[in-house]
């Protein structure tokens, strides 16, 4: 038995322990990348030597810079600001809170962002008959998932796409070469929620009682000149990231260096804050996807995915095809689940039918990222269950969301980017 065919028997076996989702996605992707040494597919840098990758740098930094911001209290001071502003007024709440949440979530991690505005939002219901909180979490629920879609950095998904082009050598993601059709969707989202979602959601839930929420008092003082620091950081840290002075990797970690040196957060609670779990998945998932390249196991699911398609398929009608089918899988399963069975096809059979690999890249990242009609498409929908929320009110609430957003990208990726080299 030749390594290819190993190497594909280790993949599908961490693929279906991805979707049996008994042990942690980070355990899993270790094990298959353990695998791969262990049978002598690849050695131990090709397997492991991702977990020092730009990539998983820039995850951590972003991590970091997150919980700095909601730790300096700057965070909750853009929350309560927004409710000050809305004057009590719902639709006003929706607009205020489902943008800044997509903004934030654009750079920052999305259930951390969800998780600040869930007790401003529900203590602001307890104080407010007029205010359900059901009307809004959904909509902020919806600006975090798909602004955390819009920038290289606001989610993973996006960090596995990006280390796949980088190890294929295509071309690879800038920061905000998502943002013009994510930028689209996000304001989509936001018409959406105010014209069909409010409706919708009073049928779904309108009658159902507010849940209990215990507010803890705010015992933190926090220091006005710590969240100036903070802004500035930031404010620095976007810049950058446009301009790319410097490699974003760089920017990222220098960003949260900085963010301890000026006391925004402490070096144990920047260390605490990072999701090691994400990191384990991310750095083992482009480990098990550049094994398997190297040992040619990639080569054959490209050669079979491509006999079974054929050569005559219009490149518009594959893209459409293989969109729908991250959508949807992206819907049950980890979207960097899903990246990473069918971006490594796109890439091996791009060159062979003349596709544009960073195209397909984009809409399929795309797609996998502004799930939002199940609540295990993401964390942060999951969170979201928390006030309340019924599993089938996803579906009811979001499905058209998700139609509008498929539809989107259909048309804009290709008319923006091209299909073809």
Not at 379 to 393: A, E, H, R, V, W
Request: include cysteine; hydrophobic fraction near 55%.
């Amino acid at each position: 038995m030749g390594i290819d065919v190993i190497s594909l028997i280790i993949f599908a076996f961490c693929i279906v322990l991805f979707i049996w989702d008994k042990l942690p996605m980070a355990t899993t992707a270790i094990l298959g990348c353990a695998l791969m040494v262990i049978f002598k597919v690849c050695d131990f840098k090709t397997a492991f030597g991702q977990f020092s990758s730009s990539t998983v740098i820039l995850t951590i930094g972003v991590m970091v810079i997150g919980a700095a911001i909601s730790e300096s209290g700057l965070a909750a001071a853009i929350g309560n600001w927004i409710v000050k502003i809305s004057k009590g007024s719902e639709v006003k709440l929706i607009i205020g809170t489902y943008l800044v949440s997509a903004a934030m979530s654009a750079f920052l991690t999305n259930s951390a962002v969800l998780a600040i505005f869930i007790p401003i939002i529900m203590g602001l219901a307890l104080a407010n008959k007029e205010i359900k909180s059901k009307n809004l979490i959904m909509p902020i629920a919806f600006g975090c998932v798909i602004g955390g879609a819009s920038t290289l950095v606001g989610s993973t998904q996006q960090m596995t796409a990006q280390g796949l082009l980088e190890d294929s050598g295509a071309r690879m993601f800038k920061t905000f070469d998502f943002t013009p059709v994510g930028g689209i969707i996000v304001l989509l989202g936001l018409f959406y929620c105010l014209i069909i979602g409010r409706k919708r959601g009073e049928r779904i839930w309108g009658n159902r009682p507010e849940e209990e929420y215990e507010l803890k008092p705010n015992e933190s003082n926090y220091s006005k000149t710590k969240m100036i620091i903070m802004a500035l950081i930031f404010v620095a840290t976007v810049v950058f990231y446009i301009t790319e002075w410097l490699p974003i990797a760089v920017t990222s970690t220098s960003a949260a260096v900085l963010c301890i040196i000026f006391g925004c957060i402490d070096q144990k609670k920047a260390i605490v804050s990072v999701n090691w779990n994400i990191v384990g998945r991310l750095a083992g998932c482009l480990g098990l996807a550049k094994a398997l390249d190297a040992s040619g196991g990639t080569k054959i699911i490209a050669d079979t995915f491509a006999n079974v398609v054929g050569t005559n398929l219009s490149p518009f009608i594959l893209f459409a095809i293989l969109v729908l089918l991250v959508l949807v899988v992206s819907e049950f399963m980890s979207n960097s689940t899903a990246i990473l069975i069918v971006l490594p096809i796109v890439l091996a059979i791009a060159p062979e039918l003349g596709l544009n690999p960073y195209t397909f890249a984009l809409g399929i990242t795309l797609a996998s990222g502004v799930c939002v009609s199940c609540p295990l498409a993401s964390s942060t929908l999951g969170i979201s269950m928390s006030c309340g929320y019924k599993f089938n009110d996803y579906f009811k609430y979001g499905f058209f969301m998700d139609v509008l957003s498929y539809v989107t990208i259909l048309v804009l990726v290709p008319l923006f980017y091209g299909l073809t080299m």
